[in-house]
């Protein structure tokens, strides 16, 4: 646990951060939010003692970080940045072996790790010996955290880490970093300028402004109660949009309403299954429930007789995934029900529309 405890930072006659008080929960990801200037970075590096406080106290496991050598401090403690500040003439290894080698690990050891955390950012190990040059952003922020995790510390900084990166690679980035942390379940303390970023990795979001400390709470009861005006404009008039990042695909699938066949079923038990329940398309999957694609139904007006024609680019949504990205793909698709499939790409149901309104119904009445 971390504690800053009424910590102000001037730099000359400049306020900074102003009487600032806040309990950083272990093993959370705890995200600091506000206008630009408003003090998220000047916090930020004063908890690895990259910038001291003009008053106040910083305390990590109720010891102060003054007591602390200020050297070794830094080294116990991740630190991700935007561009990652990997060294550009050092191979990924020695990137990530560089603080391993600090303090003294011995080279099986930091090999071993360095392996491991490859895995674990979802690089393999033909990548130790490229430069960052030779690296995706996506695949440098990987790097970046990999070294940031190299000596196991318990708490990890980061400043903006996915702020250079385009959208979609954002988002996968943000799931593999969800994931990550499932595993590690480290304390984070996280610096963005992006209110969709806060939502989605946040368990807890502070919202800063001119150096003091509008909110602090749990993601829901920012969005649900925000303090004020400020809050409010800062989530948009779409939060009850945003809100559904909260809620997971799993909880709404629907198992009836839709008509299910094999693709090996006989063309006319199918067209009539369609025809009984009154269905124009029809999900499709094999004997093992893996989702292959969809069966429309089509008559036309110089042909009577109805036939299926076979779709298979359709789009699915991962049972594990969020409602709002599930909205989303929705609009883009143009369709008002999707297949929900998990892992081995198995049908497992549907979304509907419908229930995702019912959603915001609910939280207006709220
Ligand atoms: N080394 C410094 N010397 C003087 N003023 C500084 C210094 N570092 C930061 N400041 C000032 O302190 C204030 C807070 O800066 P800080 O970098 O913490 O803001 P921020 O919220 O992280 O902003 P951004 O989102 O733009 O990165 C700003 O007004 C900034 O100009």
């Known amino acids: 646990m971390i504690e800053l405890k009424r910590v102000t930072k001037r730099f000359d006659k400049k306020l900074a951060v102003q009487d600032l008080s806040m309990t950083i929960e272990q093993g959370k990801i705890t995200m600091l939010i506000g206008p630009s200037g408003c003090g998220k970075t000047t916090t930020l590096k004063m908890i690895n003692r990259l910038i001291d406080a003009t008053e106040g106290d910083i305390t990590i496991s109720g010891r102060s970080i003054y007591d602390l050598d200020a050297v070794q401090l830094r080294r116990s403690i991740g630190y991700v940045i935007q561009e990652t500040g990997l060294f550009p003439h050092m191979d990924v290894f020695t990137n990530i072996a560089m603080v391993p080698r600090l303090i ?84 984070i303390v996280f610096v963005t300028h992006d209110i969709n970023e806060a939502i989605k990795l946040g368990d807890k979001i502070a919202i800063m402004q001119n150096g003091n400390l509008v909110q602090y709470d749990n993601v829901n009861n920012i969005l649900y109660e925000p303090e004020n005006k400020f809050v409010e404009k800062l989530l948009g ?130």
Not at 143 to 151: I, P, S
């Open 237 to 366: 008039h779409d939060r009850n949009i945003k809100a559904l990042v909260l809620k997971k695909n799993k909880d709404y699938i629907v198992t009836t309403g839709y008509v299910q066949v094999h693709k090996a079923d006989k063309p006319e038990a199918v067209i009539r299954k369609m025809e009984e329940k009154g269905k124009r398309v029809a999900i499709v999957t094999d004997s093992d429930e893996k989702f292959l694609g969809l069966f429309a139904l089509e008559k036309s007006r110089k042909d009577p007789q109805p036939h299926l024609s076979f779709i298979d680019n359709v789009v699915t949504v991962e049972k594990n995934n969020n409602l709002q990205e599930t909205f989303s793909l929705m609009i883009d698709a143009g369709e008002s029900s999707l297949p929900v499939v998990t892992e081995g790409n198995r049908f497992v149901g549907a979304i509907n529309l419908e229930d995702i309104f019912n959603e915001f119904k609910k939280a207006q009445e709220d």
């Open 104 to 187: 003294g690990w011995d080279e099986r050891k930091i090999k071993n790790r360095v392996d491991e955390l490859l895995h674990l950012v979802t690089l393999n190990g033909s990548y130790v010996h490229k430069y960052p040059l030779q690296l995706s952003g996506g695949e440098r922020q990987r790097v970046g955290l990999a070294r940031a995790l190299a000596a196991d510390p318990e708490i990890l900084l980061m400043d903006e880490p996915f702020g250079a990166i385009d959208p979609i690679n954002r988002s996968r980035l943000h799931d593999s970093f969800l994931s990550i942390q499932e595993k590690i379940e480290k304390t």
